[in-house]
């Protein structure tokens, strides 16, 4: 698998393109994300229902079982509940996590804010050991504040 993350500047100005004009802004980044990172095997968005938990948006991917997630519950759950990002390079090492398939070998989830409040999350699994670094995240990051409209 190769895969040069200095594209990942490139790849900002398309998906600021992305998001000017589309009303499907969750779905396309995730086709996008999915489409040009060979790592990125499994992209979506999940978003906060007023209840402590997550219900699952847009996701390109295999369909997953885990629909609704509350707070605390799996990687999603914990980057909710802490509002911190969650970085899992090996997901079988994990105590507190919610397998969707046995292919995924790592995870990132970015927690979406608005006003101190979290109103979802990016949630992106990999088939490779230890795909993620600070590139990855720095990147996701600024999508996710994009699509929250903070940035
Ligand atoms: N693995 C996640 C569950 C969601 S799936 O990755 C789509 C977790 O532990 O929260």
């Known amino acids: 698998m190769m895969f040069d993350k200095s594209s990942f500047e490139e790849m900002k100005k398309e998906i600021e ?3 000017e004009d589309r009303k499907d802004k969750f779905e396309s980044i995730c086709r996008y994300l999915y489409d ?4 990125y095997n499994w992209v ?8 402590k938990k997550l219900k699952l948006g847009p996701y390109v991917g295999e369909p997953t079982v885990h629909t ?3 707070f ?3 990687i999603c759950g914990q980057a909710a509940q802490t509002k911190h990002n969650f970085v899992i390079q090996d997901v079988s090492k994990e105590t507190n996590y919610l397998s969707c398939s046995p292919d995924v070998k790592s995870e990132i989830v970015i927690p979406m804010m608005k006003n101190g409040k979290v109103i979802g999350e990016l949630d992106i699994d990999s088939h ?4 993620f670094d600070e590139k990855d995240e720095a990147f996701l990051e600024w999508i996710c504040k994009m699509v929250t409209g903070n940035a």
Request: proline content about 8%.
């Open 17 to 19: 393109s992305l998001l």
């Open 36 to 39: 040009h990172v060979p790592y």
């Open 44 to 51: 979506g968005f999940y978003l906060v229902d007023g209840s």
């Open 68 to 70: 609704t997630i509350s």
């Open 72 to 74: 605390g519950q799996g």
């Open 128 to 131: 490779y050991l230890s795909p």
